[in-house]
């Protein structure tokens, strides 16, 4: 277990540059930044370093949201997705061939660079990142700069990510785009992990259910912190935080094996996606402590043990791997290894869902989740992005072009230095 930690801590030192913090090795498909992965990866290398003091940690997490700060959307671009106050999905200064010899090309800007901004929840987990830092550091300095970054965020949420201003955070592919993008703009972002069992895409705009939770988290932090700065508008924003959980516990609730559980989104029509994912989980990593010590998350109380509940019998989970991304039992379900948000098993879910499970007080389940997903990472000997199970052993992921799992994955690396750090 210590030659594993210290694996995945050199990981991350070797992924973080003056560009912030790459989602993959280099020579990876994903060797670049992401928004959201950056994101994510800071706030579990925030936890870590919570507990350990370790300056490097710190350091590390501070480049990485001053990189996120510096190529926030700043105009609108229907061909890139940029929107003023969006954080940015993926950006390549070079490398990035296979993606303008698409049949649709992705959009580059004037200067060469390929910027993105096709992700609908890069915003909220930035900042949350962001808040983090600052709780844990009261960096003076990096707030200057970041102050600005995050209010133009807020209002990105609660205007182009709100389009319909019913306190449900949805995106779209804009229909006058002609260079290509992303259909899917969620954390699982391929697209048939949203196609119905007819194969069919759902109707834009799309909500994700993970997105209300970040969003709702962003809101509510940052609402605390405006309290006493800009009064009038931490009032509005704590209002439309109020509004978001109160529409999410109206419009993505269902019931399934006789607990209480959520939808994978709602589409255009506000009709429910049912398809049975882990992502509704990822609700309990976005959690907030209140003064009285209360946490609280965007599902109402009454609602987070049915979740948890279910998401650990076992068409979700196997004590050998962790929790897939999507239930077995559903109609999109892949067990092959080509699937790769539809069944699978990804580091970075089991280590979100494990941080949750203990934001809540469920240290059993959260050891036992523990403990299966530290397993194949034994086995692959490396923060790989994501694996499969069959019956004999651990599959690696492999798409039908022949694009395979990436091995150095930053959240990753995160998430199991996380689990192995005692946090």
């Known amino acids: ?50 507990r350990s003091g370790d300056p490097k940690l710190f350091d590390i ?41 698409l049949e649709k090309p992705w959009f580059v800007y004037p200067d060469n660079i390929l910027r993105n901004y096709d992700s609908v929840d890069s915003t909220p987990l930035a900042l949350n990142a962001i808040w983090t830092y600052w709780n844990l550091t009261k960096d003076e300095e990096f707030m200057r700069l970041a102050e600005p970054a995050v209010e133009k965020g807020i209002s990105w949420i609660t205007t182009y990510g709100d389009m319909d201003h019913d306190g449900i955070v949805e995106y779209e592919l804009d229909p006058k785009r ?71 516990n109206e419009k993505f609730l269902i019931e399934d094996d006789g607990l209480c559980f959520a939808a994978q989104a709602l589409d255009g029509n506000k009709i429910r996606i049912n398809t049975l994912t882990a992502n509704p989980l990822l609700a309990l990593w976005s959690a907030h402590r209140r003064k009285n010590g209360k946490i609280e998350c965007i599902f109402s109380d009454e609602t987070v043990n ?19 991304t999507m239930s077995n039992r559903s109609k999109t379900y892949n067990s092959g290894a080509d699937s790769y948000h539809n069944g699978s098993f990804w580091p970075m879910l089991n280590g979100l869902v494990y941080e949750g499970l203990l934001n809540f007080g469920y240290v059993l389940e959260a050891f036992k989740l523990k403990k299966a997903s530290l397993k194949p990472i034994k086995y692959f000997g490396s923060p790989i992005e994501l694996y499969l199970r ?12 022949g694009q395979t799992s990436c091995r150095t994955q930053a959240w990753s690396a995160a998430s199991i230095l996380h689990m192995l750090s005692g946090s």
């Open 1 to 50: 277990m210590n030659e594993l930690k210290t694996k995945m801590y050199e990981s991350l030192l070797s992924l973080s540059n003056d560009e912030g913090i790459y989602a993959s090795g280099k020579e990876e498909v994903y060797g670049c930044l992401f928004g959201r992965d950056t994101a994510i990866t800071v706030l579990k290398l925030l936890k870590v370093a919570e």
């Open 61 to 101: 997490s501070k480049k990485g949201l001053k990189a996120l700060v510096s190529c926030q959307g700043q105009e609108f671009n229907i061909e890139s997705g940029e929107q003023p106050g969006k954080f940015i999905h993926e950006l390549r200064k070079d490398g990035y061939e296979r993606l303008v010899k």
């Open 178 to 248: 002609t260079f290509g993008g992303l259909a899917v703009q969620s954390w699982t972002d391929s697209n048939e992990s949203l196609r119905n069992q007819d194969g069919v895409f759902p109707k834009y705009p799309i909500a994700p259910v993970e997105t209300q939770a970040f969003a709702w988290l962003a809101l509510t932090e940052w609402a605390g912190y405006f309290k006493n700065k800009k009064p009038a508008f931490a009032e509005m924003i704590g209002k439309k935080a109020d509004e978001m959980k109160s529409a999410f």
């Open 306 to 324: 049915d979740v948890v509940l279910r998401v650990f019998k076992e068409d979700f989970f196997d004590e050998e791997a962790g929790i897939r």
């Open 390 to 401: 069959n019956s004999d052993s651990y599959m690696e992921y492999r798409s039908p072009s």
